[in-house]
């Protein structure tokens, strides 16, 4: 059963009503481009299969009542809050992804009015593929739909603004200093395609990507790791980075080119130098990952996968021994390239991999794990699948069916 299928059935048992509509948001990964879009750099995601749904109705009271749906059905109300009264620091815990959109929209001056939401989703949680920014993306849409601002439509705020309110909510509601790279993947990636994204002037392509038509696999390797160290160091390292632009005198570190670099490390001190190397570097492999999707070589861009993952465990230092093993454990078996994807110290990586020796990497990777009594990694196929959207009956069953890949 389709997720929006799942929040709209229980918000009617919920609630003894129908909700007014589905909204619904997608994980992501990120093919290469980590730790780039909070330097004004380049992304390029694609929409996972999974997705957060939010079913929704207005509530003349004025209250945001939000109502969570585990995977065993199972209801978990958080206390409903005045939406006009929503102010940083008035909600915590999870209700305060939900509520901060709604706090994040006024702000914009739009008119978000109370409301029942009841949430239901798939994106696996803490595992590196973005399943609260599916969340806050879905309630977005849901809240925006209630108010009568209904996506894509004539004079309607676009996605790419839609990103930005959610990415201020998550900023200044939530309290996480996290860059764009998330919200614009889940609202403006489409099926088929990986999303290049230039953070500073907005500008994007949709760049085909059939994997399947090259008989290739992306293996997304949930190693179920998820580190307490991962949000101190995130604001460290963006923090690092803003240091880094500052000393050389540039607006953001996307304005080092790599021939810039070796003078640049001269001017940087010790700590600072390995930050800035990432950057550079990984912004020139997604340009170069780019040409070479643009010119069909898909099997080519295995080494620059490999060379992020590098890049970041060395040099950014945001990996973890189950990253790396995963990382190792499936180039070791043949895949073409692997890394690390998301913010690091856990979470999840992906590999390239030729279609027929998918097994034995699986089988690689599982036997790696069970070799250093890791938790078991959850191993699953990814096509770029759809981005955000209201959904009517059956639209994202076609992306359901991508999950069991
Ligand atoms: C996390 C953040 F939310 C993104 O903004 C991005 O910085 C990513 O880590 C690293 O590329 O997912």
């Known amino acids: 059963m389709s997720q929006a299928r799942r929040a709209a059935e229980s918000f009617t048992a919920e609630l003894g009503r129908a909700?007014?509509?589905?909204?619904?948001?997608?994980?992501?990964?990120?093919?290469?481009?980590?730790?780039?879009?909070?330097?004004?750099?380049?992304?390029?995601?694609?929409?996972?299969?999974?997705?957060i749904a939010v079913a929704a109705a207005p509530r003349p009271d004025g209250l945001l009542?939000?109502?969570?749906?585990?995977?065993?059905?199972?209801?978990?109300r958080a206390e409903p809050v005045a939406v006009a009264d929503l102010e940083p620091g008035s909600v915590t815990g999870w209700p305060a992804y939900p509520s901060g959109v709604a706090w994040a929209l006024r702000r914009q001056g739009l008119d978000i009015g109370g409301a029942d939401l009841v949430i239901a989703g798939d994106v696996p949680a803490g595992a590196g593929l973005s399943s609260s920014h599916a969340l806050e993306c879905a309630v977005a849409l849901a809240l925006l739909g209630l108010a009568g601002?209904?996506?894509?439509?004539?004079?309607?705020?676009?996605?790419?603004?839609i990103a930005k309110w959610v990415q201020h909510s998550e900023n200044d509601f939530v309290g996480a200093p996290t860059g764009l790279l998330d919200q614009t993947a889940s609202l403006c990636c489409t099926r088929g395609n990986v999303l290049f994204l230039d953070v500073r002037s907005g500008e994007s392509e949709q760049v085909p990507f059939d994997a399947a038509a090259k008989d290739l696999a992306v293996l997304v390797i949930d190693t179920r790791a998820n580190h307490s160290l991962a949000d101190s160091a995130y604001g460290d390292r963006r923090r690092g980075c803003e240091r880094a632009a500052e000393l050389l005198g540039v607006p953001a570190l996307r304005d080092v080119t790599v021939d810039d670099l070796p003078s640049a490390l001269r001017r940087l001190p010790e700590e600072l130098g390995p930050?800035?190397?990432?950057?550079?570097?990984?912004?020139?492999?997604?340009?170069?990952?780019?040409?070479?999707?643009?010119?069909?070589?898909?099997?080519?861009?295995?080494?620059?996968?490999?060379?992020?993952?590098?890049?970041?465990?060395?040099?950014?230092r945001v990996s973890c021994a189950e990253l790396d093993v995963a990382v190792d454990a499936a180039l070791a078996a043949g895949a073409l390239?692997?890394?690390?994807?998301?913010?690091?110290?856990?979470?999840?990586?992906?590999?390239?991999?030729?279609?027929?020796?998918?097994?034995?990497v699986r089988q690689a990777?599982?036997?790696?794990?069970?070799?250093r009594s890791f938790t078991q990694p959850r191993l699953f196929v990814a096509v770029p699948a759809a981005g955000a959207g209201r959904d009517h009956a059956g639209e994202h069953e076609t992306d359901q069916n991508d999950k069991n890949a």
């Open 19 to 51: 909700p007014l509509g589905v909204w619904s948001a997608p994980g992501r990964v990120n093919l290469i481009g980590e730790h780039t879009d909070y330097n004004d750099g380049f992304v390029l995601p694609f929409a996972l299969p999974h997705r």
């Open 65 to 76: 009542a939000v109502t969570t749906i585990s995977d065993n059905g199972k209801a978990q």
């Open 149 to 161: 601002h209904e996506l894509d439509a004539d004079g309607a705020p676009t996605r790419a603004e």
């Open 275 to 316: 930050l800035a190397r990432h950057v550079v570097t990984e912004n020139a492999r997604v340009l170069e990952t780019v040409a070479l999707l643009r010119a069909g070589k898909m099997a080519e861009i295995g080494p620059l996968l490999t060379g992020s993952h590098e890049s970041l465990r060395d040099d950014y």
């Open 337 to 360: 390239g692997a890394r690390m994807v998301g913010g690091g110290f856990g979470g999840s990586a992906i590999a390239l991999v030729p279609t027929e020796i998918l097994r034995d």
């Open 365 to 371: 990777v599982t036997a790696a794990f069970a070799e």
